[in-house]
């Protein structure tokens, strides 16, 4: 069974920042890719940022510049720094591990929320 489990989220003004912590266990293996995704009310599930199993990173035109995703393999763990952060950033985030297998792997989403 595998365990996916996200924090760190946060009501923040406008211009702060929040880190966001998310790590696997449990039978999960082969991970080529991790990373946040977000979902606004009425809006559909978004990638944010991921990293992949060789270092590349690929971002949300929308966070470029703000956000810097970071991941350790080995750990399991994926790490998501937001700075500069705006209110169109409130969502709920979750995480996500991608195994070779093409298995999705969710944490249970954690809410930002960034005040004007």
């Known amino acids: 069974q595998v365990q996916v489990v996200g924090s760190g989220g946060g009501l923040v003004q406008a211009g702060g920042s929040l880190r966001l912590s998310c790590v696997a266990s449990g039978s999960i293996s082969n991970i080529y890719d991790m990373g946040w995704y977000r979902q606004a009310p009425g809006k559909q599930r978004e990638l944010v940022a991921a990293?992949?199993?060789?270092?590349?990173?690929n971002y949300a035109d929308s966070v470029k510049g703000r956000f810097t995703v970071a991941g350790d393999n080995a750990k399991r763990t994926v790490d998501l720094q937001m700075n500069s952060l705006k209110p169109e950033d409130s969502a709920v985030y979750y995480c996500n591990f991608k195994n070779m297998y093409g298995a999705n792997f969710w944490g249970q989403g954690t809410q930002v929320t960034v005040s004007s």
């Open positions: 990293i992949s199993r060789s270092g590349s990173t």
